[in-house]
């Protein structure tokens, strides 16, 4: 099911991550040499799962983060939650703190929390916000995956209410896509390498011909792979909008 989310929050992503497609060409992240406090929060760069616990609500055990650059990006679809902030580290005393903007499925912004806890390089990071919520990270060693383009060659599936889109990516990075069941939306666009030696690709996306037109346009963002590469997260947005979604392969791949 697609988590479809109106925010402005992924233009920081967006211009840090965006890549042209075609061949596993390595990108790197630009990273300001000037920019003390993201040269820091480097060092808790990686993929996280875990938990998110609301306020008044039971835990949400769905997370998938990403820390990047000083940058937090964390999705709980139980949750309808999606939260993105900036990251400071106090390494002397090992604790992390971030100034979350929060916003919910249906794209309607939730105010801003802080978030003070403690973390570990590589392993976790644990904490409070200050509305009452709590955020458990977990470090993915799926991160240090190598990436490849070959590695995502595949059909892929996921739902979209009464029909079943399948993406198709080939060995190039290309992908198009088909329905099964109801006529939804269409998706074209390509996935790109960061860098070769950690598991984290750009997604640029095309989406056009849905019901709702305000959902067409062109996304950017990141993607990666989980669950033994069986699982492509892919968050995206534009600047105004953005949306997150599980891709699950559906061997009958991989595609030339």
Do not use: H
Not at 40 to 61: I, M, R
């Amino acid at each position: 099911m697609m988590l479809y989310v109106r925010t402005g929050f992924f233009m920081g992503a967006i211009a840090l991550l965006s890549a042209c497609g075609g061949g596993d060409v390595a990108i790197t992240p630009a990273l300001n040499p000037n920019d003390a406090q993201a040269l820091e929060a480097s060092a808790l760069n990686g993929l996280w799962t875990g938990d998110y616990t609301p306020a008044a609500g039971q835990p949400c055990t769905d997370v998938r983060g990403l820390t990047l650059n000083g940058r937090v990006y964390a999705v709980s679809k139980d949750c309808d939650v999606i939260l993105t902030g900036s990251l400071t580290l106090d390494s002397g005393n090992g604790t992390a703190s971030i100034t979350f903007d929060l916003f919910d499925a249906n794209g309607s912004a939730n105010g801003s929390a802080g978030f003070s806890g403690g973390y570990t390089l590589k392993s976790q990071v644990n904490g409070s916000l200050d509305n009452g919520a709590s955020l458990n990270l977990s470090y993915d060693t799926v991160f240090e995956n190598d990436s490849s383009l070959v590695s995502l060659a595949d059909i892929w599936g996921f739902s979209a209410g009464t029909s079943i889109e399948l993406i198709t990516i080939s060995a190039d990075g290309s992908a198009t896509s088909g329905q099964i069941g109801a006529p939804g939306c269409s998706y074209t666009g390509n996935f790109g390498i960061i860098d070769t030696d950690f598991n984290i690709y750009s997604a640029n996306i095309e989406v056009t011909g849905c019901n709702d037109a305000s959902v067409n346009g062109s996304y950017t963002g990141v993607a990666g792979l989980f669950e033994a590469d069986r699982k492509l997260a892919v968050l995206v947005g534009d600047g105004t909008s953005a949306f997150f979604v599980e891709l699950l392969r559906t061997s009958i791949g991989p595609t030339n």
